[in-house]
């Protein structure tokens, strides 16, 4: 006999392929630490969008054409890439100084000096905001960049100025509020009116063709092509939103980065570890990179293959097997599970009773005997075995499932002995 199947094999597997989709879907974003976490937190970092944020400078790079991502991880600091630092104002300089040594045969970095103090514009009562959008509270100035070790020293001018520098030149966002430096490590590339430096590269006695020729200094015909440069900009407001609000600030920020990589066409890496936003490695992540990525693909090419199995095995079989098997043995085990479920074995005491007085009869060969001619022939056999007649009384009148099998019991060795 054969039925159709209770549900729609497509709607089925529709539904199975969904789940799993769903399934690993969660698991790659727990391993890459994308778990929901707010990234446009308010903070200076390239994730954010309020005016102190560079996620304005992140999309004007990808739509030149740069391969940009934003990094959560610091296994990406290994990578030949331009890393651009973002520390914010309580960093470590320790940290900080660690990533530039580690990177300076590896990669170009431009770190980013923080410049604002900045509260969620939410906070403030009538104030409709959207998520990201902050009120600048004043400039402040870190500490850590003069604990890096190359003689800056931060200040913070409070008069107006502008900036020039790249061909270009132009007033700051905020003219009465500028973070410039004074080093005798630091090459300037674009300064203030007032001559403090706002960007620059690290002059650590190794040639840089094309910083120099932008930075318009003698080039040292001695020196090494070894390493990397290492690029500052102290003022972040050439470089930030607030900052995008003028073209001319837009293109001194791309041509800073341009220069950062010194001709090459390498991708940029925005570091938002520095910033609290960093996620560990765990095992989901590692079984999405290599050599675990092997094993892994193989684990989902064996689930999809089981998966493929048991679909095509979906639906009740075509010709249904019988409900009760053949064979004496079955059909007596099905009985006596449906009389114990159903919580009637008292009922079996009496019809059991006979049946054993029969067969004791039988095995006495006496003919149309009471219970005291039993009882009388099986003591003529066996004087220290229990009477019959009280056996059967016992089981006769048992009620609980323990007493009927102790009754019963009792009475079955009397025929056992008889039978021998």
């Not at 991880?73 to 040594?101: C, F, H, R, W």
């Not at 870190?142 to 107006?160: A, H, M, V």
């Not at 950062?260 to 992540?285: C, H, K, R, Y």
């Not at 059909?331 to 007085?357: E, F, V, W």
């Amino acid at each position: 006999m054969s039925r159709s199947a209770t549900f729609n094999p497509k709607v089925v597997l529709g539904l199975v392929l969904f789940g799993a989709l769903a399934f690993f879907a969660t698991l790659y974003f727990i391993g890459s630490g994308q778990t929901g976490q707010d990234v446009n937190d308010g903070n200076a970092h390239a994730a954010a969008k309020g005016l102190n944020g560079y996620a304005a400078l992140v999309q004007l790079l990808e739509e030149d054409g740069h391969e940009v991502s934003l990094s959560r991880s610091q296994g990406s600091m290994d990578d030949e890439s331009l890393l651009v630092l973002t520390p914010p104002a309580y960093a470590d300089a320790d940290d900080i100084k660690q990533i530039i040594n580690d990177r300076r045969y590896v990669g170009p970095t431009m770190i980013i000096i923080p410049k604002w103090m900045a509260f969620p514009a939410s906070n403030i009562a009538g104030v409709e905001a959207e998520e990201g959008w902050v009120e600048l509270a004043g400039s402040i100035e870190p500490d850590w960049p003069e604990d890096l070790g190359y003689d800056i020293k931060l200040q913070i001018y409070d008069k107006q100025t502008g900036w020039r520098g790249l061909g270009l030149r132009g007033p700051l966002p905020d003219p009465e509020k500028s973070i410039g430096a004074e080093s005798s490590q630091i090459v300037s590339l674009v300064t203030a009116d007032n001559g403090a430096t706002l960007a620059g590269y690290l002059d650590d006695g190794d040639a840089y063709p094309m910083l120099e020729e932008a930075a318009k200094t003698v080039v040292n015909p001695n020196a090494e092509v070894d390493r990397w440069a290492v690029m500052f900009v102290f003022e972040a407001d050439l470089i930030n939103n607030y900052g995008f609000a003028s073209e001319n600030r837009a293109r001194v920020a791309h041509e800073l980065v341009d220069l950062a990589m010194e001709g090459e066409d390498l991708p940029i890496v925005f570091d938002l570890t520095l910033n609290g936003l960093g996620s560990a490695q765990n095992l989901l992540t590692l079984a999405f990179r290599p050599p675990f990525l092997a094993a892994t693909l193989c684990l989902i090419l064996a689930l999809i293959v089981i998966g493929w199995r048991a679909f095509r095995r979906f639906g009740p079989p075509v010709a249904e097997g019988r409900s009760i098997a053949f064979g004496k043995t079955r059909l007596i085990k099905n009985s006596a599970g449906l009389i114990q479920r159903a919580g009637r074995l008292h009922l079996l005491s009496g019809p059991y009773a006979d049946m054993l007085r029969a067969r004791i009869v039988a095995a006495l060969a006496l003919r149309k005997p009471d219970d005291a001619d039993i009882d009388a022939a099986i003591a003529r056999r066996s004087p220290d075995i229990q009477p019959y007649s009280s056996a059967a009384a016992e089981l006769r009148s048992a009620q609980t499932p323990k007493d009927i099998l102790r009754a019963a019991a009792a009475l079955k060795s009397i025929e056992r002995m008889l039978s021998k």
